[in-house]
T-cell receptor, first 113, second 112 residues
Framework: AQTVTQSQPEMSVQEAETVTLSCTYD???????LFWYKQPPSRQMILVIR??????QNATENRFSVNFQKAAKSFSLKISDSQLGDTAMYFC??????????FGEGTQLTVNP | NAGVTQTPKFQVLKTGQSMTLQCAQD?????MSWYRQDPGMGLRLIHY???????DQGEVPNGYNVSRSTTEDFPLRLLSAAPSQTSVYFC???????????FGQGTRLTVV
């Protein structure tokens, strides 16, 4: 069974600064996918970024990028130039292809003006 | 573009009552699932389905039933609500050939 761990229940950052959210996972699979989801106060689950395990290059989406360390089973999310709208709960998640999502506990990020 | 439609958004039940959370998707996705979200525990899988007529249990299935009579619909039934089922519930769907999951808006359920 896969497990996903987010060891930072809460984090805060000043507007325009950079913040990194941590995520580790455990699996015996070689091919899988990793995700970061954002959940603002509206409760909507929004896909932020996706990483395929077979790709060595770290995924980026505008101000969001990941540091994927497959051997260490680590998948951190870096948010650059933080904005007030980035305030949300962030979930790290794991998926084998065509299978269920396994989520971490979540990190509540607050961006301060 | 309806995507995944989940109803109701809020519900209060008394202990022992039954209810059905509705979930419908219009993307012809094979895979549908139900999660519950509790503070400090992330989202945990309750039940899932890989196609019409096929369902299976997830991590926390006790107290919940599901059925999948059509590709579009995947209702979640609480037969006898308990306070431990107070949670936020999410329905999600995805294509088996794609990794992106689409989520409903969530249902906040309170059992008193």
């Amino acid at each position: 069974a896969q497990t996903v761990t987010q060891s930072q229940p809460e984090m805060s950052v000043q507007e325009a600064e950079t913040v990194t959210l941590s995520c580790t996972y455990d699996t015996s699979e070689n091919n899988y996918y990793l995700f970061w989801y954002k959940q603002p106060p509206s409760r909507q689950m929004i896909l932020v970024i996706r990483q395929e395990a077979y790709k060595q290059q770290n995924a980026t989406e505008n101000r969001f990028s990941v540091n994927f360390q497959k051997a260490a089973k680590s998948f951190s999310l870096k948010i650059s130039d933080s904005q007030l709208g980035d305030t949300a709960m962030y979930f790290c998640a794991f998926m084998k292809h065509g299978s269920r999502l396994t989520f971490g506990e979540g990190t509540q990020l607050t961006v301060n003006p | 573009n309806a995507g995944v439609t989940q109803t109701p958004k809020f519900q209060v039940l008394k202990t022992g009552q039954s209810m059905t959370l509705q979930c419908a998707q219009d993307m012809n996705h094979e895979y549908m699932s139900w999660y519950r979200q509790d503070p400090g525990m992330g989202l945990r899988l309750i039940h899932y389905s890989v196609g019409a007529g096929i369902t299976d249990q997830g991590e926390v299935p006790n107290g919940y039933n599901v059925s999948r009579s059509t590709t579009e619909d995947f209702p979640l039934r609480l037969l006898s609500a308990a306070p431990s089922q107070t949670s936020v519930y999410f329905c999600a769907s995805s294509s088996l050939g794609n990794t992106e999951a689409f989520f409903g808006q969530g249902t906040r359920l309170t059992v008193v």
